[in-house]
DNA sequence: CTGAAAGCGCTTACAG
DNA sequence: CTGAAAGCGCTTACAG
């Protein structure tokens, strides 16, 4: 409503071609032929007059009408675990940014890492008209996929990967080998993972790199010095307290699979009287903000972020095109700080 | 598309009304009156069969086409500096579950706090015609609120308040007073605040408040000891370093309006070898996940950020109803935390 | 109780 | 080069 407590109307097609005296088919036209010269869709300075007229009244294609149109709504639907995840919330600014230079909008829902609750969002998405998913909680134990395919709804993972399926990650198995080579580089013989989720790749894939490229260097983990656990700082906690339980001799190094999960480690080390760094060598993953700026600046690995966001995007609207796209996997970085730069 | 390659036509009321052999503005009628017997739409009897067919068939209105006819899109657009600034991540886990529970969807967009990119924003979200605007990241020196009000555009803000218009935010004054009514308690007579930025609301809210009180309880606080900051932990950290070159002698106590400045503040004062809860007490703002967390446990005041979210959604259906509006301000609580546990 | 029509704002073959 | 018409899928007065 405008000051006058009535809503204003915006301005339509019909208003254009009425005030120039032409057919809204012709107005149409024109604001359709992207170059500078209107290619055929009308005289050039019918085209100029009408380019004009819209600059002027701040004309915008009323979306509902044109999707209604041409059964295309120029959104996506991105779904996951949640927003408040530092991770999740990076990657959807890539895609936000990503979307809207290609003209797109975006839906972002939460699905809680519950199944039941992402079939939902999905549905609502669908229900919406979205024209495509990018999926950020793919479950490596899911159906949903397959479901999805059937019914013929473009969709690209992200963040996690499903072998069979289009998706922007992190090159997680990478990540885990470098976090590996790296505390077998300061000397560390024994060593622990705090795992995360079992259902999900990211924590399946840095694992599993650790664990190859661990004992390609000749060294030796036990099952009881893999931890599986909650991505959270809770999660660290307790998978610490299990791990200096089961273990003994203790080790002398963790690499936890996601920053906040080595946040909580820190806590339940400093409860035991170890300290990060001295007492204990430790290896999140992502690279958060965070890490950098803790008390005891925390080595992790860095995940290309913003750039999956991005790409997840792009792969996208390939697949929009009918195009059959790959999986994209991309490079992850080691930084090393306080927590793990001492040499044994 | 479908495992065929083609594309999945919806089922649309005109389906649902040739297969039952009546007109689409009756299936139409049918499924608009909500209630159990369809009041005057149909008879029992017709309502029964148009309900059961399109359930069946899995029927869902082309929104589209719905907000073309009624001129409500039931969309959102929701504005916050940064969807990775967990305060706001949070508040809008509370916008979406609201907003689906009274069947609208959400846009989210990330200004960066810059106004120029926040009015580039709400233009994109205008074009989409949203119904209304939920802001996040108002300005207390900004123009765009006024220009939006002028065009009739309804909006109400969200974490930040600004005299005249609806907002949904924490007490922060409330917030600010309970810090130094608590700092004060715990024998602390000199202090100093990590103020946060001058241009929003909560920062402002959030000093005045803490000074106030201090005052009120018969401490001193000089202008040298309010540092106005970045929310993040790099403006915490610069902050911080400033506070303890500018004020001597030192204080005994800080209080940050944002626990991401609160972290970084830790991170300074280890480097100056001062412990936090020993050696300088700490109260941040917020009560975000971490809070809790942090190797030395973070005292904090709690903000309902969830409930916040969600009363913007409530204010914004009413204002879209024509009401008018007042501002509500939800009631922080003081966490205590072994930050500032100690007894001086 | 139900049908028929108009129209929301667009796009897109089809004529001329 | 431009106009006229049809139609995307709905909703909503208006008849009967």
Redesign the pocket.
């Known amino acids: 409503m405008n000051p006058k407590g009535s809503a204003e109307?915006?301005v339509?097609?019909?208003d254009l071609?009425a005030r120039l005296?032409?057919?809204?088919?012709?107005v149409?036209?024109v604001?359709?032929s992207d170059s500078a010269q209107a290619r055929?869709?009308?005289?050039?300075?019918?085209?100029l007059r009408v380019r004009e007229l819209a600059r002027e009244l701040g004309?915008?294609?009323?979306p509902q009408?044109?999707s209604?149109?041409?059964?295309r709504t120029r959104m996506f639907g991105v779904i996951v675990p949640r927003l408040s995840d530092l991770v999740l919330a990076i990657m959807y600014e890539g895609i936000e940014e990503a979307a809207a230079e290609a003209g797109y909008s975006t839906f972002v829902m939460n699905s809680r890492d519950d199944p039941e609750e992402e079939r939902r969002k999905t549905e609502i998405m669908l229900a919406r008209r979205v024209d495509g998913l990018i999926i950020g909680d793919a479950h490596l134990d899911g159906n949903l996929l397959h479901d999805l395919t059937n019914r013929g709804v473009p969709f690209v993972l992200m963040n996690r990967r499903i072998e069979g399926y289009p998706s922007a990650t992190c090159d997680d198995a990478l990540g885990g080998r470098l976090a590996a080579s790296h505390l077998w580089e300061k000397g560390h013989r024994r060593v622990a993972v705090i795992a995360g989720e079992p259902y999900a790749s990211t924590a399946v894939d840095r694992t599993a790199g650790f664990v190859d490229r661990w004992r390609e260097l000749g060294g030796a983990i036990s099952e009881d010095a893999i931890v599986w656990s909650r991505f959270d700082t809770v999660g660290g906690r307790d998978a610490t307290e299990k791990i200096l339980h089961a273990c003994a001799p203790p080790p002398t190094a963790l690499f936890a699979v996601n920053d906040f999960a080595a946040i909580g480690a820190i806590g339940t080390l400093r409860s035991h009287g170890l300290q990060v760094g001295r007492d204990m060598a430790l290896v999140g993953y992502n690279d958060t903000s965070l890490a950098s700026q803790l008390p005891i600046p925390l080595s992790s690995v860095h995940s290309p972020m913003n750039e999956i966001g991005r790409t997840a995007v792009q792969l996208l609207r390939r697949v929009l095109k009918g195009e059959h796209v790959q999986a994209v996997q991309l490079r992850p970085t080691l930084c090393v700080r306080e927590s793990s730069a001492l040499q044994l």
Chains 1, 2 share one sequence.
Request: aromatic share 2%.
């Open positions: 109307r915006a339509t097609l019909k071609a005296g032409i057919h809204p088919s012709t149409s036209r604001l359709h055929g869709a009308a005289s050039a300075e019918t085209a004309y915008s294609p009323d009408a044109t209604l149109r041409t059964r």
